[in-house]
């Protein structure tokens, strides 16, 4: 008599971790292939378009706008203001770079300079509309431009806003012992002059204390003494 033999079913087939990796890979990559690819193209158009702007019409530019401000730079050496600001008649000053060539690094810098030369030439105003609109990220050049507005503001007789900028330029680097003293002092003695004796003792005694090398430092307790701080 036959035995019937009982049928073990198959057991199923454990997938390893990489095969079932691969098997989610494929199956995001069936539902999601169109929208995958077409962002890629797009970053393809953008990166290459980044580059060839970079290439053919920034780096062109920059190089034109370098050149239209050398002989301004050259003339602002020479102490030559309005030559720097006008131009000669043959070779453009730094408000025409200004104008022709905006969003450029020469562009920008030629604000700075025009701003100095107002400065120089005791046109306040227009000194202040070009520091402001200059911008940098090289903190020398940035103290240098705001120490520039708290002159301008100081001559126009704007003590206070003087001392704002004063303060913020001799605190924008603190490693700079020769312009943040010398800005400081002038916020102190603006400070003074305002009546504020609690603040310019303070300044004072930042450039003591930061600064004990530094050519104002040798004159701090003179004025300290002015000031009744004897300590």
Known sequence: MATDVKQVPEQPVE????????DSA???????????????AGLVVVIGGYFAYNKFFKGPAEVKAAEAIWKAEDYFRQDSFQLALNGDGV????L?????????????LAKFYAGACYMQLGDFNNAIKHLKDFSTDQVEVEIRAT?????????????????????????????????????LFRAAMLSQELGKNKEAIELLRTIKDKYPNSQRAFEVDKYLGKLGDLN
Do not use: C
């Open 147 to 183: 120490g520039l507005l708290g002159d301008a503001y100081s001559e126009q007789g704007k003590k206070a806003e003087a001392i704002d900028y004063y303060k913020k330029a001799g605190t924008m680097f603190d490693k700079d012992d020769v312009n943040s003293p010398e800005y």
């Open 26 to 40: 494929r199956d995001f990559w069936g539902k999601n292939s169109k929208i995958i690819t077409y962002v890629l």
């Open 91 to 94: 070779n453009g000053g730094f």
């Open 96 to 108: 025409k770079a200004i104008k022709n060539h905006s969003g450029t690094k020469a562009g920008n």
């Open 15 to 22: 997938r390893t971790t990489e095969e079932r990796v691969v």
